[in-house]
DNA sequence: GGCATGACATTGC
DNA sequence: AGCAATGCCATGC
């Protein structure tokens, strides 16, 4: 799979995240970022979404680990703000629900921009980002 | 290398 | 709506 980085502007080009399977955390996580800043203002992802984005359907689980590994403030990819908060789970519950801190946070952010959240929860049928 | 640990997903109760 | 069992795979010890 490939991935086209014209579509976003600012992003650098990451053409040589190719061989995904065999790439470790340098190419891993920055492909994870990259596809993390395609999710629109308004919409959200689940995490295998964004692991089907970048050429690895089964990494889901991974693409949870690269965002955490932004961690803490300026959670910046080559001067971008990655919006961490727009990827939950597939069934539309907030992963973090369980953290005193980041969940809040992410419900916040989500609310802030227009996703409606229930009960640590997002409709995914409305909000869902389909590419 | 083996083993444990996850911001997961899917299936089947 | 839950809950458990599996499969998954990057990381770290």
Redesign the pocket.
């Known amino acids: 799979m490939s991935i086209d980085p014209g579509e976003v502007s600012g992003l650098p080009a990451l053409l040589d995240i190719g061989p ?2 065999l ?4 190419r ?2 920055p492909a994870v970022y990259w596809a993390t800043c395609h999710i629109p203002v308004g919409r959200v992802a ?4 964004v ?1 089907a984005i970048i050429g ?1 359907p ?11 590994a ?2 803490p403030d300026p959670k910046d990819f080559f001067g971008q703000t990655v919006p ?2 727009r ?1 939950i ?3 539309g519950s907030i ?2 629900q369980g ?1 005193p801190g ?1 969940g809040p946070l ?1 419900a916040a952010l989500l609310r802030g921009e227009g996703v409606v959240v229930v009960d640590m929860r997002v409709d995914m049928g409305i909000h869902r980002w389909r590419r």
């Open positions: 995904l399977r790439a470790g955390e340098l891993f996580n689940a995490y295998g979404d692991a690895a089964r990494a889901a689980r991974q693409v949870g680990y690269a965002l955490a932004l961690s961490w908060w990827v789970r597939a069934d992963a973090l953290d980041r992410q």
